[in-house]
């Protein structure tokens, strides 16, 4: 089952660095899936990102950022990436398993059955 606590740390720690506006998503996804305390995480993407930690946290660099990894900003235009297909990009990135990630590329690669 694990911790109880360990994913309320998590959405704090996200928070505090504004989430998606910044890289709190990415660095909660390393501690999730890597078990990483929270300055390895920071390191972690922002050698990935090739930006530095500090950079992590400033909501101008990040949507930058983001744009052009095409990992999933707040707002942006209509063709921007969201949902599962922005988590298959920063599973990618940051060489991670998302289980969410798995069952979406399980469904694309089923073969289809008739209608009954």
């Given at each position: 089952?694990?911790?109880?606590?360990?994913m309320t740390t998590a959405h704090v720690m996200a928070s505090g660095m504004c989430g998606i506006r910044t890289a709190g998503d990415l660095v909660a996804w390393m501690q999730l899936t890597r078990?990483?305390?929270?300055?390895?995480?920071?390191?972690?993407?922002?050698?990935?990102?090739?930006?530095?930690?500090?950079?992590?946290?400033?909501?101008?660099?990040?949507?930058?950022?983001?744009?052009?990894?095409?990992?999933?900003?707040?707002?942006?235009?209509?063709?921007?990436?969201?949902?599962?297909?922005a988590r298959c990009r920063i599973a990618e990135l940051l060489d991670i398993s998302i289980h969410s990630v798995n069952v979406f590329k399980e469904k694309l690669n089923a073969p289809l059955t008739p209608a009954a």
């Open positions: 089952m694990g911790d109880p606590f360990g078990r990483m305390k929270i300055d390895e995480a920071k390191q972690y993407v922002a050698g990935k990102l090739g930006i530095s930690v500090l950079d992590l946290s400033d909501e101008e660099v990040m949507r930058q950022v983001r744009e052009d990894l095409d990992i999933g900003i707040i707002s942006g235009p209509a063709d921007a990436t969201k949902g599962v297909v």
